[in-house]
């Protein structure tokens, strides 16, 4: 069983920065994928970004390419969100998630088998 546990989310101004942290309790995760996904209110999940284990290659929704990086610390068994230029829009609670066994950097909700608890992320505008 894999856990994930999520941090640093918080309240920032508009144009401000934040980096997400997603602890693993779990050590080998060399053939796992390791994303974000994010849900405002009202809103369905969204993905945001997924990184290889193994090749740190990454994807990125549309919305946030060029704004947020996607990175993981293999020593640490910790996966980052460093979350840049940040818009009101992006407000939202935050989940880290696992696909134990991926075909490709996924992005629907129903290719991870393992989330965290989530974090909020506040903008103000």
């Known amino acids: 069983q894999v856990q994930l546990v999520e941090s640093g989310g918080g309240l920032v101004q508009a144009g401000g920065s934040l980096r997400l942290s997603c602890a693993a309790s779990q050590r080998t995760f060399s053939t796992y994928v390791m994303a974000w996904f994010r849900q405002a209110p009202g809103k369905e999940r969204e993905f945001v970004a997924s990184?290889?284990?193994?090749?740190?290659?990454?994807r990125y929704a549309d919305s946030v390419q060029g704004r947020f990086t996607i990175s993981r610390d293999k020593s640490k068994n910790t996966v980052y969100l460093q979350m840049s230029s940040l818009k009101p829009e992006d407000t939202a609670v935050y989940y880290c998630?696992?696909?134990?066994?991926?075909?490709?950097?996924?992005?629907?909700?129903?290719?991870?088998?393992?989330w965290g608890q989530g974090t909020q992320v506040t903008v103000s505008s």
């Open positions: 990184i290889w284990w193994s090749s740190g290659g990454t």
């Open positions: 998630a696992a696909d134990s066994n991926p075909s490709g950097l996924g992005s629907r909700i129903r290719t991870y088998d393992y």
